[in-house]
């Protein structure tokens, strides 16, 4: 009696100190302190540095010049020139570069969000998994330590010579064979454990538990709203970006070069101030610079296009293979309950009495093994799938 109230203490004791990992939990460290989310941060911050340094204008130039001066007639001296000299963008040409720039920038990080998006299903679907290798593991060793009590009757039973050195060795050896797969399912439902802690940043400590609660439901039939939001308004920004370039290339001016010296002469000062303008239509550049941006907008319209059919026809496929899963573990979980309240209750009624064979026996509790095995493996199955239709289907959280 004491060692129970000192087990249940010390189960207390772990409670009270366990860290409990729900789902949410788990995406909420990932996105605070995983290295995806790091990257894809500063990578925004680069390339919104990086536009800017493109679109800064160019600097003023500072131009020196001396010369020693020798006339046939008159003194001879120094002569020198300076001067500032700047490339001027005509106004608006440089805040059109930057948004183009910006859009096209924004279009990339809504597609390298894509790639969080998939870790992030990947991380639920972990997640499932594991809790999946948890239930196992927990459902086996029930059934491993009632095939021990029952090892232990039959050993009694031996004793007394009420059943063969045949019946006990078959139990025997069956036993054994539910050991090493109870150890082969513990060492499973561990790798998932580490797998899930390693990828969702979470500190590798005994005390860590994970919910479990929380797993989405099994369902036949998967609703979704707004499919592909991150493709689209990737797709709007790149179509934006190709229009702008074709505005900013539809400028006959859009810079002038501007200059002011001071010249001194042996015997004069001057001060000059000159403009250039470059004449685009001298050369073909600006009409090819429209041309191209023609081209990547078709080129654009047309990718976006065949990328959506394939979208709509992997998601098909999936909600398909979805109803399949969901179908398959109902079918199976009403075997399993008329198998557990009916028929197996039978089988070890008829076992005890020596009604039926060890054999027999035996083979029923396979049975029972082998549809159970086959629920989690739907299970599995169904959630990769699932998790894999959130990612084509680009919805962030959805239960």
């Known amino acids: 009696m004491k060692l129970r109230y000192i087990m249940y203490a010390l189960l207390l004791m772990h409670g009270a100190y366990a860290s409990t990992y729900t789902l949410d939990k788990v995406l909420a460290s990932i996105k605070k302190d995983g290295a995806l989310t790091k990257a894809q941060y500063y990578e925004r911050l680069s390339l919104a540095a990086?536009?800017?340094?493109?679109?800064?204008?160019?600097?003023?130039?500072?131009t020196a010049a001396g010369a020693h001066a020798v006339p046939y007639i008159g003194k001879s001296g120094t002569e020198y020139t300076i001067g500032l000299s700047k490339k001027m963008m005509m106004p608006g040409v440089l805040s059109q570069e930057q948004r183009i720039t910006q859009l096209s920038n924004d279009a990339y990080m809504l597609e390298k969000e894509m790639e969080l998006l998939d870790f992030?299903?990947?991380?639920?679907?972990?997640?499932?998994?594991?809790?999946?290798?948890?239930?196992?593991?927990?459902?086996?060793?029930?059934?491993?330590?009632?095939?021990?009590?029952?090892?232990?009757?039959?050993?009694?039973?031996?004793?007394?010579?009420?059943?063969?050195?045949?019946?006990?060795?078959?139990?025997?050896?069956?036993k054994n064979r539910l050991y090493a797969q109870l150890q082969a399912l513990k060492m499973q439902q561990r790798i998932s454990r580490q797998r899930l802690m390693i990828l969702g940043n979470i500190p590798n400590k005994e005390s860590v538990v994970f919910s479990c609660r929380d797993m989405y439901p099994v369902q036949s039939r998967v609703d979704y709203k707004e499919p592909f939001s991150l493709s689209k308004k990737a797709y709007e920004k790149r179509i934006q970006s190709t229009e702008d370039r074709l505005k900013r290339y539809s400028r006959s001016v859009d810079s002038i070069d501007t200059y002011v010296q001071y010249i001194n002469e042996l015997d004069t000062e001057r001060y000059a101030i000159g403009v250039s303008i470059p004449l685009n239509f001298t050369n073909r550049r600006f009409e090819e610079?429209?041309?191209?941006?023609?081209?990547?907008?078709?080129?654009?319209?047309?990718?976006?296009?065949?990328?959506?059919?394939?979208?709509?026809?992997?998601?098909?496929?999936?909600?398909?293979?979805?109803?399949?899963?969901?179908?398959?573990?109902?079918?199976?979980?009403?075997?399993?309950?008329?198998?557990?309240?009916?028929?197996?209750?039978?089988?070890?009624?008829?076992?005890?009495?020596?009604?039926?064979?060890v054999l027999e026996y035996l083979m029923n509790r396979q049975k029972l093994y082998q549809i159970r095995q086959a629920i989690y493996a739907?299970?599995?199955?169904?959630?990769?799938?699932?998790?894999?239709?959130?990612?084509?289907?680009?919805t962030k959280d959805k239960k």
């Not at 990086?50 to 500072?62: I, M």
């Not at 398959?328 to 075997?335: G, Q």
């Not at 739907?378 to 680009?394: H, M, P």
Request: hydrophobic share 35%; with cysteine.
């Open 289 to 357: 610079e429209r041309a191209a941006a023609m081209y990547k907008n078709s080129a654009l319209q047309y990718e976006f296009k065949q990328k959506m059919h394939q979208k709509r026809s992997a998601l098909m496929e999936l909600r398909s293979q979805l109803q399949s899963h969901a179908l398959m573990i109902n079918a199976l979980r009403k075997n399993e309950y008329d198998y557990t309240q009916k028929l197996f209750p039978m089988v070890q009624k008829s076992f005890s009495l020596g009604e039926i064979s």
């Open 50 to 62: 990086k536009n800017r340094a493109d679109t800064a204008g160019d600097p003023f130039s500072l």
């Open 120 to 174: 992030e299903n990947g991380m639920k679907n972990l997640y499932h998994q594991h809790c999946l290798d948890a239930q196992k593991y927990r459902s086996f060793r029930a059934s491993y330590l009632d095939f021990v009590k029952l090892y232990k009757k039959k050993e009694k039973a031996y004793l007394h010579q009420e059943i063969s050195k045949m019946e006990l060795i078959q139990l025997e050896t069956e």
């Open 378 to 394: 739907e299970k599995e199955a169904y959630y990769t799938t699932l998790f894999r239709f959130y990612t084509i289907s680009e």
